[in-house]
């Protein structure tokens, strides 16, 4: 193991990590396990890159030491950010899959053998599985995706401790945003507040980008700035992230200037009480479907049921484009009967859209304690109103 300052984590979490995932593959008979994604494999050996569009692998043997299998342009961010030793290069002119294959025969692991594979990943493509079926057809390939997912579903303190600086530097840029908006002010001008807020105080490029829209434009989903400017009597939507060690947190809040309408602050006022009701729901033991089924409560009661159309929240953690959620783990939704434990870590969304008139919502990152749960930010959540 190669120990650095430059680690993100201390070496006992990266050995923590390492220990429960192995744990999981002698649970599941494995002789090895494919790495592919690339939030799991900064979250196994602490690597970053946003290379990860070329091919990218971690070989975890049930014996020895893991195997990095990386784009030769790539290699030197191994040492820079991740405690693996032994490095397998990857070549432009290289079908990946291939070396792989070779890897797997250098370790002994051609034959007779159980391999954990990510089959719900977005990066183990059909290439590379019928690479495996047909150059080393005498092993078993297994559907392995769970083991990352499970063993990142519950953070540790050295987690947390990071996301808590990943949510000051979103307080810090929605504040911001709220004092650019005034009257006149254009999408583009306030989301460029947000992001250069973002940026001079540390943050990292984000899964996504802010989202930041003006007036009807706020019904458009994951859509950002816009020329279009704030009227006298208008509202501003904010949805922001930031990213630290790609750990992240992030918010949402709607603000109106002059005198919005009442349609407006009273889905405002449903959207806080939806928050509020998955936040009192929200412990050890309780279900997503439980804060989900709490929270839409509010909204169907207030008469925008119709509008809340989107899941109450997900889990939230490493993240890489095209998202900033980990909402393949474990999501807020109804359906979704997994009990909570400590340490589990969503954003949670609640909002209403109305198609060329409104998107209004307001959220919370939160971590799930041991006697219910505390949010991550400071800011406070309640109806604004700038005049």
Known sequence: MIVHDRLAF?????????????????????DALLVRGPENITYFSGYETPGYYKY?????????????????????????????????????????????????????????????????????????????LADLPDNTYVDATEI???????????????????????????????????PGASGDDINAVVNKTLFENGGEYMGLP?????GERSCLPHQTGGANRLADDDLMYFEISASKHRYTAALM???????????????????????????????????????????????????????????????????????WGEGEIISLRQEEHRPLVPGMTFHMPPLCLKYREFGIGFSESIVVTETGCERFSNLSREVVIKR
């Open 253 to 323: 809040r709607t603000i109106f200037v002059g005198n919005p309408k009442d349609e407006w602050v009273r889905a405002a006022e449903a959207c806080i009480g939806a928050v509020e009701a998955a936040l009192e729901t929200i412990k050890p033991g309780a279900t997503p479907h439980e804060a989900d089924t709490a929270a839409r409560a509010v909204t169907r009661k207030a008469g925008f049921g119709d509008y809340h159309r989107n899941r109450l929240g997900y889990s939230i953690g490493v993240s890489y484009p095209p998202d």
């Open 210 to 214: 802010p989202f930041v829209l003006a």
């Open 10 to 30: 201390s070496p006992e979490e990266y050995i923590r990590r390492y220990d429960v995932i192995r744990a999981a593959m002698e649970r599941h008979d494995l």
């Open 148 to 182: 990352l997912w499970d063993t990142r579903m519950v953070k540790s303190d050295e987690e947390i401790a990071v996301m808590r600086k990943s949510a000051h530097l979103v307080d810090l840029a929605m504040q911001a945003g709220w004092d650019a908006t005034r």
């Open 56 to 132: 990218h692998c971690v070989v975890v043997p049930k014996y020895g030491e893991p195997v990095f299998l990386l784009r030769d342009f790539e290699w030197i961010n191994s040492p820079e950010f991740a405690w693996s030793t032994k490095i397998a290069k990857v070549y432009d002119w290289d079908h990946p899959p291939s070396v792989t294959v070779n890897v797997l025969r250098q370790l002994g692991l051609d034959s007779g053998k159980r391999i954990g594979v990510e089959k719900h990943g977005f990066f183990y493509t059909v290439d590379e599985h019928e690479t495996l």
